[in-house]
């Protein structure tokens, strides 16, 4: 089956500008993750949603950052008058939430080259 | 000192050597220890999942899991050049509002030469 599809791949913007990064998960997943991925600093958690619940924001760097998901599915990560520093890779997840607690399916990423 | 410790590398080994790659972590709450490799310009693919302390097999690739000692380990057996990834240790814990967010390792960047 299909896995989680993110779009665009490459993003390059200027400095200031607002992009939008989209993430669809797997069917049938209720929870999404958004991660950044840069150099040195490894993979760091941003967002998390489950459901209808109210999300997991901790992770957010600023308050340039948001994000929303769409019926419970489609997810859009928004960063507002980016900085040259915002210039990562941009990981969604989704996950069946069980139990044992979950297992995790990467994206391919979105690359963000803020010049 | 960050929750999870990996050695960044980069370890090249020859085809056919066993590799062993280690992670170290400092908050006892996390419960669910996972490896996953990735490709250049790839996402990253889970290897092994394993929730409590012992070793777990799959194929040429064994988890262990020591929670006394804060300490996991992956070993690769004859080790192949497709195998050349980095590798990244990742954990989590329920953080009471239902999220199991991955807390990860900055990953080992791995190179088998044939």
């Known amino acids: 089956g299909a896995g989680v599809s993110q779009s665009p791949s490459n993003k390059v913007t200027e400095k200031g500008k607002d992009v939008e990064l989209r993430c669809d998960p797997i069917s049938g997943h209720t929870a999404l993750y958004w991660y950044r991925q840069s150099l040195g600093q490894g993979l760091e958690f941003l967002i998390y949603f489950q459901g209808n619940s109210a999300p997991d924001k901790s992770g957010l760097p600023s308050d340039r950052f948001s994000a929303e998901r769409t019926g419970g599915s489609v997810s859009t990560l928004t960063i507002q008058r980016t900085q040259q520093e915002d210039s990562a890779v941009y990981l969604c997840?989704?996950?069946?939430?069980?139990?044992?607690?979950?297992?995790?399916?990467f994206g391919a990423g979105t690359r963000l080259s803020v010049l | 000192q960050k929750e999870v410790e990996q050695d960044p590398g980069p370890l090249s080994v020859p085809e056919g050597a066993i590799v062993s790659l280690n992670c170290t972590y400092s908050n006892s709450a996390f419960q669910y220890f996972m490896w996953y490799r990735q490709y250049s310009r790839k996402g990253p693919e889970l290897l092994m999942y394993?929730?409590?302390?012992g070793n777990k097999e799959d194929g040429r690739f064994t988890a262990q899991v020591d929670k006394s000692s804060k300490y996991i380990s992956l070993f690769i057996r004859d080790s192949q050049p497709s195998d050349s990834a980095t590798y990244l240790c990742a954990m989590s814990a329920n953080s009471g509002a239902g999220s199991y967010q991955l807390t990860f390792g900055k990953g080992t960047k791995l190179s088998v030469i044939p």
């Open positions: 394993t929730y409590s302390s």
């Open positions: 997840a989704s996950s069946v939430t069980s139990g044992q607690g979950n297992i995790q399916y």
